[in-house]
Nanobody
Framework: QVQLLESGGGSVQAGGSLRLSCRIAGITYKTYCAAWFRQAPGTEREGVAA??????SYVDSVKGRFTISEDNAKNTLYLEMTSLKPEDTAMYFCAVRLSISCPWGLPQDQFVYWGQGTQVTVSS
């Protein structure tokens, strides 16, 4: 059974940092690519960052502040978030696509496994 378990969310002041983790279990690590999404109240879920063998991709609003990475040995995906802003407040989700390619802009239904989400709240 595939399971994605996020952790690392919390409440911080603007300018602070957080690191989100997503433990991926139940599938062979090298046969998938992964991404982070977020959804704020009253808004649509949006892609934040994606990672595959071709590199990393980011939504414009987080470029230079967020870094997506992965630890093959631990089957874990990370999102390092720095210089956080109140507009980064959202529920953050990790998701997996059963492909080695995650080009930016993929429809979200291409990601078949999703975590339960972890809340990030940034106060001004």
């Amino acid at each position: 059974q595939v399971q994605l378990l996020e952790s690392g969310g919390g409440s911080v002041q603007a300018g602070g940092s957080l690191r989100l983790s997503c433990r991926i279990a139940g599938i062979t690590y090298k046969t998938y690519c992964a991404a982070w999404f977020r959804q704020a109240p009253g808004t649509e879920r949006e892609g934040v960052a994606a990672i595959d063998g071709g590199g990393n991709s980011y939504v414009d609003s987080v470029k230079g502040r967020f870094t997506i990475s992965e630890d093959n040995a631990k089957n874990t995906l990370y999102l390092e978030m720095t210089s956080l802003k109140p507009e980064d407040t959202a529920m953050y989700f990790c998701a997996v696509r059963l492909s080695i390619s995650c080009p930016w802009g993929l429809p979200q239904d291409q990601f078949v496994y999703w975590g339960q989400g972890t809340q990030v709240t940034v106060s001004s």
